[in-house]
């Protein structure tokens, strides 16, 4: 394996185990078996590794929500789409789904939180394009489908982090469950 990858790799292990700001230039250099001028090489800085993590762990997570949130005129079909896959990724990327949450919960002016906020508001963004689609068929949902879009990732990301502690399983009844509750709040 190449040292740049070894090096996100052992970033990514040590900082979704104890946060970005715990975790210094030597835990990483030691994990990955290299030197500092190493890291320094291919990152600069303790930041630049962190952005290249986030560029290389977040594709796969934007790209499924991407196909997820396809609007088909059925909101509860897409949603469940969303959760589903969300849960999914959290299930096959956990490691970088517990750095991702940290990162977004650490103070606003950390630069763990400053580096998470585009990908997050990608996030919400591609969410909340789903609710604006929606109006045209639940017109209850005009002006606010920002609100919602929130609510609804913010949902998904209390269930997968109850999940990431061993607390909950993420299955179909979950899904199902999370959807039809968010839902019945909306029409309600």
């Given at each position: 394996m190449a040292n740049d990858q070894k090096l996100l790799d052992c970033a990514l292990a040590l900082f979704s185990e104890r946060g970005y700001d715990a975790v210094g230039v030597n835990d990483i250099v030691q994990c990955a078996d290299v030197t500092k001028p190493t890291l320094y090489h291919y990152f600069n800085s303790k930041r630049g590794l962190l952005d290249a993590l986030i560029q290389r762990e977040a594709g796969p997570l934007l790209g499924k929500l991407l196909r997820a949130t396809f609007y088909h005129r059925d909101?509860?079909?897409?949603?469940?789409?969303?959760?589903?896959?969300?849960?999914?990724?959290?299930?096959?990327?956990?490691?970088?789904y517990r750095l991702q949450l940290g990162m977004h919960f650490s103070p606003p002016e950390s630069e763990a939180n400053q580096v998470i906020q585009p990908f997050v508001r990608q996030q919400r963004e591609m969410i909340e394009s789903v609710f604006l689609q929606a109006v045209a068929d639940h017109g209850n949902i005009r002006g606010r489908q920002t609100q919602y879009a929130e609510s609804f990732l913010g949902v998904a990301n209390a269930l997968i982090g109850l999940y990431l502690n061993q607390e909950i399983v993420l299955d179909e009844v979950l899904v199902y469950q999370t959807v039809h509750q968010f839902m019945y709040g909306i029409f309600s």
């Open positions: 909101l509860v079909m897409t949603l469940e789409n969303i959760i589903r896959a969300l849960f999914e990724i959290a299930i096959e990327h956990a490691c970088f």
